[in-house]
C-alpha cells in the first residue's frame, strides 16, 4: 500500500523559509491526491495545500501566496515550500494522501478524506 513520510521541519524565525518534503512509497497509484495539513496541540488539524495526480492544486486563503506545493513525480516526493513564516505557522506538519482519487473540491480539507498519513515534522517559527 501507499505510505508517505515527512521531513524538513525545523525552527525559523519569522520571515524566514522551509522545504517540507513528503516521499511517497510503497504502491504507486496513477490517479491520488495528496495533501499538506498542520496541527497545534488542542486544535483540530487543518488542511493547508493539496496536490493530485493531473498537477491540480487548491490553497487556503491563509497560505495562498506564502506557501506552494509541487511534487517531482521522478523522486516520488511532494514538497512544501513556506516562505514568509509567520510565528502562528508553529505546527506538526503532516503529509495525507487519498489514492484512486483526485482532490474533491468539497472534501480535500477533511481529514476523514485520507487514508495514508504521515508521523509528521515539526515547524517553530519564532519572532
Known amino acids: 500500500q501507499m505510505q508517505v513520510a515527512e521531513s524538513g521541519g525545523g525552527s525559523v524565525q519569522a520571515g524566514g523559509s522551509l522545504r517540507l518534503s513528503c516521499v511517497v512509497s510503497?504502491?504507486?497509484?496513477?490517479?491520488?491526491?495528496i495533501s499538506w495539513f498542520r496541527q497545534v496541540p488542542g486544535k483540530e488539524r487543518e488542511g493547508l495545500a493539496s496536490?493530485?495526480?493531473?498537477?491540480?492544486?487548491r490553497y487556503i486563503d491563509s497560505v495562498k501566496g506564502r506557501f506552494t506545493i509541487s511534487q517531482d513525480n521522478s523522486k516520488n516526493t511532494l514538497y512544501l515550500e513556506m516562505n514568509s513564516l509567520k510565528p502562528e505557522d508553529t505546527a506538526m506538519y503532516y503529509c495525507?494522501?487519498?489514492?484512486?482519487?483526485?482532490?474533491?473540491?468539497?472534501?480535500?480539507?477533511?481529514?476523514?478524506?485520507?487514508?495514508?498519513w504521515g508521523q509528521g515534522t515539526q515547524v517553530t517559527v519564532s519572532s
Open positions: 495525507a494522501a487519498r489514492p484512486n482519487s483526485y482532490c474533491m473540491s468539497r472534501h480535500w480539507l477533511a481529514d476523514w478524506f485520507y487514508s495514508r
Open positions: 496536490i493530485d495526480s493531473d498537477g491540480g492544486t
Open positions: 510503497g504502491d504507486s497509484y496513477r490517479i491520488y491526491c
